[in-house]
């Protein structure tokens, strides 16, 4: 078995176990970025590095885990809104 996939697939298109692998040195599947991403104050790759240990490998997956802070990051950015007038 690769990956936990029943198959012995190493695809990463699989929607089983945390779905699709983003960093296949560390093991880091999307559903694992995605919940650090909107649960942790990430603004960098170095940030995701230090927190979930994904891109600590060959550096091959840095790209798409830019692109993941890019969709995700946002989400958990709180507003302060100033109530007094
Ligand atoms: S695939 Fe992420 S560090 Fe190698």
Redo the contacts with the bound molecule.
Sequence with gaps: MVNGCPRGSDCGGCQMYGGP??????Q?TEDQLVEALTTMNIRSVRDVRRLTG?????????R??QSYIDSHASTSISLTVCAAE
């Design positions: 692998t983003v960093c296949h040195c560390m880091v994904a891109g600590d490998g060959c550096n091959a997956c840095h798409k885990i």
